[in-house]
T-cell receptor, first 115, second 115 residues
């Protein structure tokens, strides 16, 4: 009963390096999301997906790319990391639209520091 | 776009007292309002939600109220306990009838329950 699993849990990058954050869910959820959490700013939506093979931009998409090649996985990529991308990243998934009872299940987060 | 404001940013109460957290939203079309609890080092977890056709919902010691006219909703925790200490987020979902399924989050409230 893993739910939403995020890897890695911690990472330190140098400016300009690239990396991929992996999110995997075992609940057969249709919808998946990537949020970033910064002090005093709450959770801000980066990108989301409404099904396998689909992606869409959220509030703060610049500097990030995503892919949803398999229904259970949602990858977040940073092509050239910048210090402004230092944050805690959360992945979430939902079975359906919230209005239909699809609450979000969050992973435990990835703490990323860009130096 | 949707904007969610949350107050207060920090709240300290004595064990056994009540705690109230308030949120306002900007888009009158919003129709789903969940509350999440985030414990240290973990991802947010859904604790209660309310839909726009309901004015109040209660689950044991927690309750949520919604005033659609004023566009605000509140979380009430009664008989607080030390384990209620956490960051609480409100959110509002905009459902436009299409594939958009997004939660916009408030900036969070750090609740500290003093024993």
């Amino acid at each position: 009963n893993a739910g939403v699993t995020q890897t890695p849990k911690f990472r330190v990058l140098k400016t300009g390096q690239s990396m991929t954050l992996l999110c995997a869910q075992d609940m057969n959820h249709e919808y998946m999301y990537w949020y970033r959490q910064d002090p005093g700013m709450g959770l801000r939506l980066i990108h989301y997906s409404v099904g396998e093979g689909t992606t869409a931009k959220g509030e703060v998409p610049d500097g990030y790319n995503v892919s949803r090649l398999k229904k259970q996985n949602f990858l977040l990529g940073l092509e050239s990391a910048a210090p402004s991308q230092t944050s805690v990243y959360f992945c979430a998934s939902s079975r359906s639209l919230p209005i239909h009872g699809g609450g979000y299940t969050f992973g435990s987060g990835t703490r990323l520091t860009v130096v | 776009g949707e904007n969610v404001e949350q107050h207060p940013s920090t709240l300290s109460v004595q064990e056994g007292d009540s705690a109230v957290i308030k949120c306002t939203y900007s888009d009158s079309a919003s129709n789903y309002f969940p509350w999440y609890k985030q414990e240290l080092g973990k991802g947010p977890q859904l604790i209660i939600d309310i839909r726009s056709n309901v004015g109040e919902k209660k689950d044991q010691r927690i309750a949520v109220t919604l005033n659609k006219t004023a566009k605000h909703f509140s979380l009430h925790i009664t008989e607080t306990q030390p384990e209620d200490s956490a960051v609480y987020f409100c959110a509002a979902s905009l459902f436009d009838g299409g594939a958009t399924n997004k939660l916009i989050f408030g900036t969070g409230t750090l609740l500290a329950v003093q024993p």
